[in-house]
C-alpha cells in the first residue's frame, strides 16, 4: 500500500492550496481517509477526516469553513482543499486511510491506518 501526498508549497496569507492523495494497493472508496499536519515542535493533529461511507465528516475548529476534503473514487485519490490560509496553519501535511475514525480532544485519528509521506505547506504573512 502506498499513498503518495502532494500540492503543498509556499503561499500569502489568504491563499488557496489543494493537498492531494493518490493511493495505491486500496481503494479509497472502502477506507475512512484523513489527513494530518505537524508543525515544528508539536505532535502531529487530524485537521480533518472523512467516514468510509462519506457520511460522517469531522474538521478540527481551527480549520472549519476554510478546508474542506474530498475523494475521487474514479481516480482512487483524495484531496484537502484549503482556503484562506493562515501562517499557523504552516506545517508538513500528511495523508492516511485506514478502517475507520475516530474524533477526539478535537481532532481526528484513522484506524489501523496507512500513511503518505508529508507535503510542506508554508504561509507566509
Known amino acids: 500500500v502506498q499513498l503518495q501526498a502532494s500540492g503543498g508549497g509556499s503561499v500569502q496569507t489568504g491563499g488557496s492550496l489543494r493537498l492531494s492523495c493518490a493511493a495505491s494497493?486500496?481503494?479509497?472508496?472502502?477506507?475512512?481517509i484523513g489527513w494530518f499536519r505537524q508543525a515544528p515542535g508539536t505532535e502531529r493533529e487530524g485537521v480533518s477526516c472523512?467516514?468510509?461511507?462519506?457520511?460522517?465528516?469531522f474538521y478540527s475548529d481551527s480549520v472549519k469553513g476554510r478546508f474542506t476534503i474530498s475523494r475521487d473514487k474514479s481516480k482512487n485519490m483524495f484531496y484537502l482543499q484549503m482556503n484562506n490560509l493562515k501562517p499557523e496553519d504552516s506545517a508538513v501535511y500528511y495523508c492516511?486511510?485506514?478502517?475507520?475514525?475516530?474524533?477526539?480532544?478535537?481532532?481526528?485519528?484513522?484506524?489501523?491506518?496507512?500513511w503518505g509521506q508529508g507535503t510542506q505547506v508554508t504561509v507566509s504573512s
Open positions: 492516511a486511510a485506514g478502517e475507520g475514525y475516530s474524533g477526539f480532544g478535537g481532532q481526528c485519528n484513522i484506524l489501523r491506518s496507512y
Open positions: 472523512i467516514s468510509n461511507s462519506d457520511l460522517s465528516t
Open positions: 494497493g486500496i481503494t479509497v472508496n472502502f477506507y475512512a
